[in-house]
């Protein structure tokens, strides 16, 4: 009796100590042998949750790979019959096989915890080995069986310290980004702010002097301009390789897309019929004499309409886009040299229709969820190119004394923290495929957007400006 009951005080111990030891493990061997596991995996980059059915193994979570590495913005391929699985993601590549604890990352062997396993037809891998190699920092928690993931901040990557200095037209809520980032990383920011051509004379002025180590700014045809004047210098840096797709960068790396920005067809619904509405599809739609007197453009002396008319020529050639630009200017627009004025003219009745970007009216509804104007994503149908899509980026200058820390910023600029703050501080698409966009500017919808590189329209501004001009588009 006596030595059943020290017995069962000595089992009670042993079931205590496995139980602490669990916890620092990551998992709780409720019962010796039990090996399935219902987790909740958070992706609070994404601002998502599964519910996924796991495997413990070794003390390891397996959970199955498909919406894992979906998820961190990877792709993956299973080859079935060598049960083989592929994961990449921007320069990153690892392969795992079922029954093996061996792991190819980026082509040197390593070892895995735990041997991924087949269960159900699915292959399960070890999440913190995966998660962690797509950059993420795992947080186990073992009371709700939730693994949080968030991409590792740049400051456990890289620890400098000193300053960055900006130069940048770009000025809505910069601030509170910067301040994020100064927060993270320990590197102070300071910025300029100025017009766009300005800046760039200033750059190029200051030469090897320039206290400029990062030029900052919106429209392709801006950063563009900067590249073909040698003022930004190519960078090799496989995070911004991963994190920025190759259509929104420069073929050569001197800048990089940070945000998508549509222009687009605006209308207010009280103004325009049911049937109108119905044939208000393309840009070239507004070129109809209905649209007399009832159409609001920004001028054509305007980068955002001198890469739209870029965009129009590279898609549709350069007479098409001359008759569309043609039939706007016949229906005597009203020129308005303000996105925010052209809509806020709009909303008041001034005009029926007009051309401006979506993150103008995505502010206004913010402001003013009633703002009553409405938005049309333009050549959408079959035979049509597609929206018109540019970007707001940012390129590290020639002679950047503190190339390091601008290189930093920018990499933390594309990584789905900086691009949460950034992109949604004014409303625009992050260019990070693996961040969702904000709510109000989801809820205008999705769209196809055009697929012709973001450089063309710098490449071809010169045409669109002699267009315009000969349109008489002032
Ligand atoms: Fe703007």
Known sequence: ??????????????????????????????????????VNIVFSDQGKSLNVS?????????????????????????????????????????????????????????????????????????????AENLDQLVLWNNATRTATLREKPVAAVKKTGGVVNIYTSRHYGVEPVFAEF?????????????????????????????????????????????????LLQPISSAVLNRNIPAELRDSQNRYFGLTKRVRTIMYHPARVTPAELATLRTYADLADPKWNGRLILRP????????????????????????????????????????????ETLAAGGGDVAITNHYYLGRLLQNNPAFPIKVIWADQGPNEAGVHANISGAGITAHAANRENAIILLEWLSSPRGQRLFADSNHEFPANPAVAPHSIIAGFGKFRENPVAKSEFGRLQADAVKLIDRAGFK
Do not use: C
């Open 182 to 230: 100064t927060k993270e990383t320990g590197i102070t920011v300071r910025f300029t702010t100025g017009g766009d051509a300005l800046l760039r004379e200033r750059i190029k002025a200051e030469g090897k002097n320039t206290p400029a180590d990062v030029y900052m700014t919106v429209d392709a045809g801006n950063l563009w301009l900067a590249a073909q004047d040698g």
């Open 1 to 38: 009796m006596k030595f059943g009951i020290k017995n069962r005080k000595f089992f009670s111990k042993v079931t205590a100590i496995i139980f602490v030891l669990g916890l620092f493990l990551g998992v709780v061997p409720v019962a010796y042998g039990q090996t399935f596991a219902n």
């Open 54 to 130: 796991g495997r413990i193994v070794s003390n390891t979570l397996l959970v199955p790979y498909q919406a894992l590495v979906e998820n961190l913005g990877g792709q993956s391929q299973y080859e079935s019959l060598a049960r083989r699985l592929t994961i990449t993601k921007g320069d990153t590549q690892i392969t795992i096989t079922a029954g093996s604890r061996n792991a190819t990352l980026n082509g040197t062997r390593v070892n895995m915890p735990a041997a991924p396993v087949i269960h159900n037809n699915q292959l399960l891998v070890p999440l913190r080995f995966v």
């Open 300 to 343: 054509g002396t305007h980068v955002y309409n001198q890469s739209l008319v870029a965009n129009l020529i590279a898609s549709y050639g350069e007479a098409r886009a001359e008759r569309i630009v043609n039939g706007w200017m016949a229906n005597k627009p009203q020129l308005i040299d303000s996105d925010t004025r052209i809509l």
